[in-house]
């Protein structure tokens, strides 16, 4: 036992050993740089697309001469560290906050009381309810791309659609935009005859796999499928695959995890977000505020695009090969 | 209850029943003294229901694959039973599996895929002997330590693999979800594992002396303390062993889904003491067994797997579920303070 | 009395709960072949005297002998394999468990042969044997061997804590008012057994309230008041309504004739 205590207590200090130095290093960027301050909220970190977004909204306050403070929340739906980095930031007289927003309505309040202190807000990723709590959003358009996938399952299946939906819990914004841009896309209304099945996941590889085992024991000529991210199409080919089924796969984020499973074909389309552009947006629009008052507003399409080495006519797509280049995630 | 001479006063609180009420007794006699058949009983009735109402349900196809779906949380729930047996909780089982899939996952990317599965095996039982020691030595509830343990090894498998997943190619890493097959029945060697690990326990819990200390933990410790059994070691080897039952699990689970990812089964840590709770076993501890748990794996599961079959609302996959959770506690409830009263 | 020799000893015993002092330098002590009863208003400190002599408490203060060596119980278990069994007020029992585990408990035996050496399988068959053989010796009247405990009224559970006891004991029997719960006939059987226990050569301690019955069965009668031992007297030759009295302090122990072995601690 003496082994694992001892592991524990050396994690443990090399979990303090990182603290610090991270600390050390923040002190020093934010004593040097010149220019007025920005504060970038993000959500858990240890999420790859959370991560590029901070990181590009860092970058480009850096090239523009700015100073940032960070914070974000610790696990998913975590509003309250969001709301404590905010009045940490109101306090430092920042001149303007790029919000990634936890929650849609827990934190309208906090950026309300930001507002009233001249703070320019812009929302990434995902707005808040209503958008307009805060002064501008730069975010995925995810029924834009449901509607991608949506015509390209369409046209690539032809006659005799059997359609699946792997869902993650609709309640959720992005996942029922993505679902009803799909159905949209596809000429589909919830109660279509074409609709075989649908299930809800856990937006992972093993919920995928399960809830298309099930479904496929259900219906067994499902040929198309619709999935709210890439584990969950991951998982979810697996079972087909395992089954012997043929199945088109398609979905929503372009990590590039994803992107190599359109060149290995396992699944057939996907549509790419793009974090950095949402970071990189924000900062640029904030900027432009605060040095000429001409202030942001409305959500704006961080960009959507179709990734598939099986293009089809009539809607615009980039190969995995592009897909690779400018994925995120690993 | 017949009065032979040899027998004491007063020992059924009441022996003036009439005949009818005496069966009705009995049976209920039997369904608390073995767990088991509550939750079989249940089981058949969802089945029958499933097999009415969709006409899928029923083949062989998807018994065989009802079962494959069971395996990783029959084998998380085994562990779970050990620790709902001393009255514990372990918040964190999937959580300490998934470690251990990404950490064989990553180890095994690099080329060493004998470290990597000694390392999985190391990860799981270590951090499970973390548990019992904050349960044992620091004396923290169960409930605050695993729930604990589930944030740091949530966001620490993240951090470690930076959210990525891997890819699993190795045959031995993939073993336990092949088998022998014919047709659309695969018995992979992972049920077979299952099974095998519900008879292994099964046997510690009921014909070892260790199986008998866990029991008597579970249901009184202070009595287990006086009667001179090392409480404290009990339970120290229920989560250490219970570690290993999780790294099994990632075995398993390696090989129904060959990518280790980290965001994985978030469903399960909840879903293994579902399964434990539906079979019969009590949260206050001692009472129970594995034999319920399969049971109640399998209801998980087919609740699960019908519902998506009939084409019913997943949210109310999860109303179903609760549902039996309440009816299974309140069960459990129900006739220890009949008895206590 | 001459012949009889000291088997346990206390000298100077504490224990404080916070700022409750349940225990104030008391003394004990049991010779060879005797009941020893133990009596004392409510909350005078007598289980927990008995708590610190069988190791299910450590003292804060004083020393315990066995034998004429000092003993140091960190455990029941300790004293358990010195042969002191003890049946607690709060009996012990483990009630999801049956009647045959419950004697057996922390002392299982494993099935002869390859079965118990490599497996260790229990031979619950010759534990059950036993546990009904020795229920029946001691005239413990329940329906079934196999009965958990919870399912048995609250007499026949201290029966079978007192069973357990006396089983096991090889040494000194400790036993804390195992007859509290009882009807007139188990309490007529529990002291049989006790005296039986005695005949068979062991010491018992026997924590109880009931008068009339430490008159009839006791030897010597350990008089426990305000935390600590008054004084030990014969039966013989102190009444029950003189102990009572001192138990209550409106009699000076010095005023009736002590029936110590030991010489008393400064
Ligand atoms: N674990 C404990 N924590 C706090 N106080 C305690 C504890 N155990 C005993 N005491 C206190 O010590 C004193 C002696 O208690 P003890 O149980 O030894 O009395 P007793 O003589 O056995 O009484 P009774 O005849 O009611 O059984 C009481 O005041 C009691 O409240
Ligand atoms: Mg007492």
Redesign the pocket.
């Known amino acids: 036992m003496t082994m694992n205590e001892r592991k524990f207590r050396s994690a443990g200090k090399l979990l303090g050993t990182t603290l610090l130095a991270a600390g050390l290093f923040a002190a020093p960027q934010a004593a040097f740089a010149d220019g007025y301050k920005i504060g970038v909220v993000e959500q858990q970190l240890a999420n790859p697309f959370f991560g590029k977004l901070q990181a590009a909204a860092v970058q480009r306050a850096k090239e523009l001469g700015l100073t940032t403070m960070t914070a974000e929340s610790t696990v998913a739906g975590d509003a309250a560290s969001q709301v404590n980095g905010i009045e940490n930031m109101i306090n430092q007289g920042v001149k303007g906050i790029v919000l990634d927003p936890g929650s849609a309505s827990a934190l309208v309040p906090i950026v309300k009381k930001a507002r009233a202190a001249g703070i320019i807000v812009v929302t990434t990723n995902t707005s808040l309810e209503p958008p307009t709590a805060a002064d501008a959003s730069y975010e995925t358009d995810n029924f834009a791309a449901g509607v991608l996938i949506g015509q390209w399952a369409k046209a690539k299946i032809g006659a005799n659609p059997r359609v699946t939906l792997i869902d993650y819990d609709l309640s959720d914004k992005t996942s029922k935009a993505r679902h009803d841009g799909f159905l949209k896309g596809f000429g589909l209304t919830e109660t279509s005859k074409e609709i075989a099945g649908t299930a809800l996941t856990q937006a992972n590889v093993d919920g995928g796999q399960q809830a298309m085992e099930n479904l496929i024991a259900a219906h067994p000529d499902i040929n198309v499928a619709y999935t709210i991210n890439e584990p969950a199409a991951q998982g979810a080919a697996l079972a087909a695959k395992r089954a012997g089924k043929k199945v088109v796969f398609t979905s929503i984020d372009g990590s590039c995890s994803g992107v190599r499973s359109v060149v290995d074909g396992t699944i057939g389309a996907t549509v790419m977000q793009f974090p950095s552009n949402m970071g990189r947006l924000a900062v640029d629009a904030i900027d432009k505020a605060v040095k000429t008052g001409e202030k942001p507003s409305g959500i704006n399409n961080s960009g959507t695009v179709l990734i598939t080495d099986q293009p089809v006519a009539g809607i615009e797509s980039k190969d995995s090969k592009w897909g690779l280049a400018n994925c995120w995630g690993e | 209850m017949n009065s032979s001479p040899n027998v004491g006063p007063d020992l059924t609180g009441g022996g003036a029943s009439a005949p009818r009420e005496e069966g009705w007794r009995q049976a209920v006699a039997i369904a608390v003294a073995q767990p088991v058949a509550g939750p079989l009983f249940a089981l058949v009735v969802i089945k029958a229901v499933f097999s009415l109402t969709t006409t899928t349900f029923l083949n062989v196809g998807n018994l065989s694959l009802i079962f494959q779906q069971s395996v990783v949380i029959g084998t998380l729930a085994l562990g779970q039973t050990l620790i709902i047996l001393v009255a514990g909780i372990d918040l964190a089982c999937a959580a300490i599996m998934v470690l251990a899939t990404v950490v064989i996952g990553s180890v095994a990317t690099e080329g060493n895929v004998a470290l990597a599965f000694v390392l999985g095996a190391v990860a799981c039982v270590a951090v499970a002997a973390i548990n019992g020691i904050a349960v044992t030595r620091f004396r923290l509830p169960p409930f605050i330590a695993t729930l604990g343990m589930l944030t740091i090894i949530t966001a620490g498998a993240r951090l470690y693999t930076n959210s990525r997943s891997y890819p699993i190619s190795s045959d031995w890493l993939m073993l336990m979800g092949s088998g022998p097959a014919s047709g659309l029945v695969t018995f992979s060697y992972g049920s077979m594992l299952w099974i095998g690990l519900t008879f292994l326990l099964s046997y510690a819990l009921t014909q070892t002396a260790w199986g008998t200390h866990v029991y008597a933990v579970g249901s009184s410790p202070s009595a287990a303390r006086l009667n001179g059994i090392y409480v404290d070691r009990v339970i120290f080897s229920v989560y250490a062993l219970a570690g290993v039952f999780y790294f099994l699990a990632a075995w398993q689970a390696l090989g129904r889904t060959p990518i280790a990812d980290p965001s994985g089964y978030q469903a399960a840590n909840l879903d293994s003491i579902t399964a434990v709770v539906i079979g019969g076993s009590s949260l206050f501890g001692g009472r129970g067994g594995v034999a319920g748990t399969f049971v109640g794996t399998l209801i998980v599961t087919v609740l699960k797997n019908g519902l998506t079959q009939a084409g019913i609302d997943s949210l109310y996959q999860q109303i179903g579920t609760g549902i039996l959770v309440i009816l299974a506690v309140g069960w459990d409830q129900y006739f220890r303070s009949g008895r206590k009263a | 009395m001459s012949d009889k020799r000291i088997v346990m000893q206390g000298i100077g015993l504490s ?1 404080r ?2 700022h ?4 104030d330098h008391a003394d004990f002590e049991l010779a060879s072949g005797e009941i020893m009863a133990v009596v ?10 008995i ?1 610190v002599l069988s190791g299910a408490s450590v003292p804060d203060e004083g020393k315990v002998f066995l034998d004429g060596e000092e003993v140091h119980f960190r455990s029941p278990l300790e004293a358990r394999l010195v042969g002191i069994e003890t049946v607690y ?1 709060e009996l012990a029992v483990a009630t999801e468990m049956d009647v045959a585990q419950n004697l057996f408990l922390g002392r299982e035996l494993r099935k002869p042969g390859w079965a118990g050496r490599w497996f260790r399988q229990l031979d619950k068959a010759e534990m059950r044997a036993q546990a009904a053989e020795h229920m029946q010796a001691l005239g413990i009247r329940i329906q079934s061997i196999r009965q958990k405990v919870e399912t048995l009224s609250g007499g026949q559970r201290q029966a079978v804590a007192v069973a357990r006891a006396s089983a096991w004991g090889r040494k000194v029997v400790i036993l ?2 195992p007859t509290a719960a009882l009807g007139v006939r188990e309490t007529r059987q529990v002291l049989d057994l006790i005296l039986r226990v005695r005949d068979h050569g062991l010491a018992v301690v026997l ?1 109880c ?1 009931n008068m009339p019955d430490v008159f009839e069965i006791a030897d010597r009668i350990h008089i ?1 008041r305000l ?1 600590r031992r008054a004084t030990v007297v014969d039966p013989k030759v102190v009444k029950p309504n003189q102990v009572v009295a001192i138990m209550t302090g409106a009699l000076d122990a010095a005023s009736v004739p002590s029936a110590l072995l030991a010489p008393v601690a400064a």
């Open positions: 224990k709960f916070g409750v002092v349940a225990m004392g208003d409510n909350g005078a400190g007598k289980s927990t005297l708590r007020q804390d008012e924590i309230h426990h935390g």
